[in-house]
């Protein structure tokens, strides 16, 4: 199989497919980096999230609330405020979850050594829990995530359980949270226009380099199929475990030092 050739077909069948997210376009905060990776012959984005604050209703199932068996009640990409909150948890029948969810973007890289590049950019910015998975077909994919989530009940079958005090208090965090997000995606962004700049000297001026052996690989079941150019709300599970379409066992491959 040529991977180059197939790689071209994926990315031109991804890219061309309608956005199924609920706001039908990429989020404002990670619209430039997702325009720099697809204008790459190396890349090309299958979903993106710039991160949100959430206010989920719905049964909870062990520890977490299920999100496409629950209602949406607030959604915002920005800073929030108690006011809206107060008014959405009032539409609340179940268990309310207040969330904070950081940035989650997947990206197709051509070949292993592309996905190294953009994973020492995800980490550099402080994207700490990013990770690479190989599949059986060839699809090399790098996962784009932080660890700084948010995640705290308000009601419970529809009697709100905390104070607006607390809910106040609550937000604050969630906001700064939000706030520290914006500032990792803006040094990922600076971090990567870096990396190509020195990628295209380095493969101008010397032979291209062989795959790092401190990468280690661990072998893991593959969860599902992904799909989507962008994020779709309505499918966050195939976000949360994008899989690259490869049934069975894939590879995983992280720094040894992760």
């Known amino acids: 199989m040529d991977l180059s050739a197939e790689f071209k077909r994926w990315k031109a069948q991804c890219l061309s497919k309608a956005d199924l997210s609920r706001k039908g376009s990429v989020d404002e905060d990670v619209l430039e980096i997702v325009q720099l990776l697809n204008g790459q012959e190396q890349f090309f984005t299958t979903s993106s999230c710039a991160g949100r604050i959430i206010l989920l209703d719905g049964s909870v199932n062990g520890s977490e609330v299920q999100k496409q068996n629950c209602c949406w009640l607030l959604v915002t990409h920005k800073a929030c405020v108690k006011d809206d909150v107060i008014v959405a948890l009032q539409k609340a029948k179940g268990d309310a979850i207040l969330k904070f969810e950081p940035l989650v973007l997947h990206v197709q890289c051509r070949q292993l050594q592309d996905a190294q590049i953009l994973h020492s950019v995800a980490i550099d910015s402080g994207f700490r829990n990013s990770g690479i998975t190989v599949g059986k077909r060839g699809k090399t994919m790098l996962a784009v995530r932080s660890?700084?989530?948010l995640e705290v009940p308000l009601s419970h079958q529809g009697k709100l359980m905390v104070t607006e005090e607390y809910i106040n208090f609550l937000l604050k965090?969630?906001?700064?949270?939000?706030?520290?997000?914006?500032?990792?995606?803006?040094?990922?962004?600076?971090?990567?226009?870096?990396?190509?700049?020195?990628?295209?000297?380095?493969?101008?001026?010397q032979p291209k380099e062989?795959?790092?052996?401190?990468?280690?690989?661990?072998?893991?079941?593959?969860p599902g199929k992904a799909r989507g150019k962008h994020v779709n709300e309505e499918h966050d599970k195939e976000l949360e475990n994008n899989d690259h379409d490869d049934p069975g066992i894939s590879d995983t491959i992280f720094p040894e030092d992760y």
């Not at 062989?210 to 593959?222: A, C, E, F, L, P």
């Open 173 to 205: 965090i969630a906001n700064q949270k939000m706030e520290e997000n914006k500032k990792r995606i803006e040094r990922f962004y600076h971090c990567l226009q870096h990396a190509l700049e020195k990628e295209t000297v380095s493969t101008t001026s």
């Open 147 to 149: 660890t700084h989530g």
């Open 210 to 222: 062989k795959v790092n052996t401190s990468y280690i690989r661990k072998k893991k079941r593959n």
